[in-house]
């Protein structure tokens, strides 16, 4: 492409038009400085309601103005590692299990003494039972051997026709503790080891009916003397049921002499009846 000499005057002349207003540009409008936001210009306002000259004094000896000093930034607040609260929370987790296993076996220990003392305290008192049975059984033995009971409070001379022994035999026929060996039936006799019948005697059976024979009766002593039980016993041959009850009645009613200890004694009241003549 060719051009010819009005061509490039054309296109020099367009170009330095376009630099001169570029110049211009920059020389008055672009050189503009454009304040920052928030900016502002310093006042001297002065430290008195009066002066003249233009310059600004030196320090006359008024004291400055104080300078405001800025507070202190406020300390940020410490947070406590969570290390650390886990550790305590563990350290006082083993601290409580550790307190619960030492009561724990605090009252094992307790239980295990107490089961102790009281196996201990039941040996005890099974020893003392047997022991007790063991003087019970032999002061039963002894009460057997004749004289164990020791003398009654009324012991006296001795009566009968055995050979040995002692206290009133009496009579198979009597009817009386005392006197002959001789008499109508009604009252009988006794068997009761080392034991005498009191001043009463035996008390008397009613006799109300026409029957001989004899009843015996089974009955048990106390250490007071008193028949706290008669039952019929063998060897009767009397089968009337109104003179059973009432020899019964009489051995109930029988005192004999008291005597020392607290073993209740067995022994036997016979009552024979015999026709009057």
Do not use: W
């Amino acid at each position: 492409m060719k051009f010819n000499k009005d061509d490039l005057y054309s296109l020099l002349g367009s170009v330095g038009f376009h630099l001169l207003i570029l110049l211009v540009l920059s020389l008055t409008i672009l050189s503009t400085v454009v304040p920052e936001e928030d900016s502002g210009v310093l006042v001297n306002f002065g430290n008195v309601d009066e002066a003249a000259g233009t310059f600004e004094p030196l320090n006359t000896g008024q004291e400055p103005m104080e300078e405001t000093t800025p507070p202190p930034p406020p300390t940020p607040a410490v947070e406590t590692a969570k290390e650390e609260l886990v550790t305590q929370d563990v350290e006082e987790s083993v601290a409580l299990a550790e307190a619960k296993k030492k009561k724990e076996e605090q009252r094992k220990k307790e239980e295990a003494i107490k089961r102790e003392q009281d196996r201990i305290q039941k040996e005890k008192l099974e020893q003392q039972r047997l022991a007790d049975a063991q003087r019970q059984k032999e002061l039963a033995i002894k009460n057997k051997v004749a004289g164990a009971f020791g003398a009654g409070s009324a012991a006296g001379s001795s009566q009968g026709s055995g050979e040995t022994g002692s206290g009133n035999q009496g009579s198979p026929f009597g009817n009386s503790d005392h006197g002959a060996n001789s008499g109508v039936g009604g009252n009988g006799s006794y068997s009761l080891n080392g034991r005498s019948i009191g001043n009463g005697g035996l008390p008397s059976p009613t006799y109300t009916s026409q029957e001989e024979g004899k009843i015996v009766l089974e009955i048990k002593v106390n250490p007071k003397g008193e028949v706290i039980s008669a039952e019929i016993s063998k060897g009767t041959t009397i089968t009337n049921e109104s003179m059973r009850r009432s020899a019964k009645n009489a051995a109930l009613k029988a005192k004999f002499n008291s005597i020392s200890g607290s073993i209740d004694q067995i022994g036997t009241i016979t009552y024979r009846y015999k026709f009057k003549n």
